[in-house]
């Protein structure tokens, strides 16, 4: 049983470049949540989505899309990279209104040079 | 600010005693309550949930305890294991279930043998 994966595991871009990021959820799962950890801190809320939709969205700029596929899977797209979007980027899922439990994935490293 | 934050950055103990970590929390509406440890590298791994109908629960050598008088959560390990060792955050969720996470900041659990 397969568990969250998220590719890729590093990324390096600059100022100004967009970035697409992947998460493919559990098996079983429906629902994507994307979280951004900075360095040293907690992860932060960007946006969550279910049968292909945003359903609930944090305090995150409109840079910050995304898409969900009809097997579940994924894509957090960033637009015009900023420095301070150097982050760990984490993908959670769950079975949406089902469980309590999100299982996050490992995580992609971008970096913004 | 943030509406979940923990009092500790740092917290050493000695291997084989308990670790108590603790967590404040704003929100009153807050319906649930997750702990989250994280390795290096890792993404968050889920420890233990508690609703906010119940102040105690248990699992494996984990007890979570939920004060919502002074809205404060706490994490206790028995019997610490090197093992232990990674950066605990508690996380609250106002709605209940598998919703957007708000993350505190973590505290680092360090093992001294």
């Known amino acids: 049983d397969a568990g969250v994966t998220q590719s890729p595991t590093h990324l390096i871009k600059t100022r100004g470049q967009q970035v697409t990021l992947r998460c493919s959820p559990k098996s079983g799962h429906d629902t994507v949540s994307w979280y951004q950890q900075a360095l040293g801190q907690g992860p932060q809320f960007i946006f969550q989505?279910?049968?292909?939709?945003?359903?609930q969205r944090g305090n995150f700029p409109d840079r910050f899309s995304g898409h969900q596929f009809p097997n579940y899977s994924s894509e957090l797209n960033v637009n015009a990279l900023l420095l301070g979007d150097s982050a760990l980027y984490l993908c959670a899922s769950s079975r949406y209104r089902r469980d309590n439990e999100q299982f996050f994935g490992p995580g992609t490293r971008l970096t913004v040079l | 600010g943030e509406s979940v934050g923990l009092h500790l950055p740092t917290l050493s103990v000695q291997e084989g005693d308990n670790s108590i970590i603790n967590c404040a929390y704003s929100?009153?509406?807050?319906?649930?309550f997750i702990w989250y440890k994280q390795e290096s590298g890792k993404g968050p791994q889920f420890i233990i949930d508690i609703r906010s109908n119940m102040d105690k629960r248990q699992g494996q050598r984990v007890t979570v305890l939920l004060n919502k008088t002074v809205k404060h959560l706490s994490l206790q390990i028995a019997a610490t294991q090197p093992g232990d060792s990674a950066v605990y955050f508690c996380?609250?969720?106002?709605?209940?279930?598998?919703?957007?996470?708000?993350f505190g900041k973590g505290t680092h659990l360090i093992i001294q043998p």
């Open positions: 929100n009153s509406a807050s319906d649930y």
């Open positions: 996380a609250e969720n106002p709605r209940g279930g598998a919703d957007g996470l708000t």
């Open positions: 989505y279910y049968e292909e939709e945003e359903r």
